[in-house]
């Protein structure tokens, strides 16, 4: 069974930093591409970045530049890096995986940018 677990949301101040994590489980890690979606209350979800078996990496055009996704292959994770945070970046970050035609979701955490 598949699982996708996130960590590493929280309140931060604009400028800021922070670094998601989703650990993986319950299907073959190495050889699947994955996702980080978010979303904001009253919007739609939405694409953030995304990341290959082969670790070529694609990003939203809000979030280039600040933000990094990346793969450990050892330990069944993906990560994403935020920096220079906005407000406008405050939302429910979430994993996703497709899986052969099935897809895939975290629980989502939460990350809030605030002074």
């Known amino acids: 069974q598949v699982h996708l677990v996130e960590s590493g949301g929280g309140l931060v101040q604009p400028g800021g930093s922070l670094r998601l994590s989703c650990a993986a489980s319950?299907?073959?890690?190495?050889?699947?591409?994955m996702d980080w979606y978010r979303q904001a209350p009253g919007k739609e979800r939405e694409l953030v970045a995304s990341?290959?078996?082969?670790?070529?990496?694609n990003y939203a055009d809000s979030v280039k530049g600040r933000f990094t996704i990346s793969k450990d292959n050892l330990v069944n994770t993906i990560h994403l890096q935020l920096s220079s945070l906005k407000p406008e970046d405050t939302a429910v970050y979430y994993c996703?995986?497709?899986?052969?035609?099935?897809?895939?979701w975290g629980q989502g955490t939460q990350v809030t940018v605030s002074s």
């Open positions: 996703h995986a497709q899986i052969m035609v099935n897809d895939y």
């Open positions: 990341i290959t078996s082969d670790n070529r990496t």
């Open positions: 319950g299907y073959r890690f190495i050889i699947y591409a």
